[in-house]
Antibody
């Protein structure tokens, strides 16, 4: 069974930092692009970042570019999101997601974790 | 960024109804369009990708059509478990963007 389990969320002051982790199992992690998607309380979905299978390509939404860093450890089957200079508007449930495997071309997430909550408040 | 606009934002329907949700992209995205269902307190679930390809395990009452800028998600015969919020997402380019969501409520 494919599983994605996020951790690392919590309450942090504005300007602070957090590192989210996503432990995966049930599939060959190194064969898939991976994504982070967030959802502010009562709001819609916002794609945050994704990373290529070997970590050589990374993409970010403008609002987090330069503050957040996505990374992965294929030996540990894990995905990470390092978040710095956090703002109140970063408060959200953060989902780890696996992108659909395709031979070539872009693909959307097909499997999602349950999420980890990040609250930025003084 | 490509703007994705869903309509309606919400709708009320009865079990057995046919429901159609529309998603419009601010520029041509070919068929790089996915649909998700989200129930309260749960993670989104992928229904359709490539505009019309059903994800494995999704009931056949769900279908997707469209290309370019205009897309639709249709539920042919609404079931009780279909009351949820639906999101479209373009993955044509970066940043990936979602529609604002359409909530399907019980009439």
């Amino acid at each position: 069974e494919v599983q994605l389990v996020e951790s690392g969320g919590g309450l942090v002051h504005p300007g602070g930092s957090l590192r989210l982790s996503c432990a995966t199992s049930g599939f060959t992690f190194s064969n898939y692009w991976m994504s982070w998607v967030r959802q502010a309380p009562g709001k819609g979905l916002e794609w945050v970042a994704n990373i290529k299978e070997d970590g050589s390509e990374k993409y970010y939404v403008d609002s987090v570019s330069g503050r957040f860093t996505i990374s992965r450890d294929n030996a540990k089957n894990s995905l990470y999101l390092e978040m710095n200079s956090l703002r109140a508007e970063d408060t959200a449930l953060y989902y780890c997601a696996r992108d659909i495997w395709v031979v070539s071309g872009p693909s959307p997430p097909d499997v999602w974790g349950k999420g980890t909550t990040v609250t930025v408040s003084s | 960024a490509i703007r994705m606009t869903q309509s309606p934002s919400s709708l009320s329907a009865s079990t057995g109804d046919r429901v159609t949700i529309t998603c419009r992209a601010s520029q041509d995205i070919s068929t790089y369009l996915a649909w998700y269902q989200q129930k309260p307190g749960k993670a989104p679930e992928l229904l359709i990708f490539a505009a019309s390809t059903m994800q494995s395990g999704v009931p056949s009452r769900f279908s997707g059509t469209g290309s370019g800028t205009d897309f639709t998600l249709t539920i042919s015969c609404l079931q009780s478990e279909d009351f949820a919020t639906y999101f479209c997402q373009q993955y044509y380019n970066y940043p990936r963007t979602f529609g604002q969501g359409t909530t399907v409520e019980i009439k």
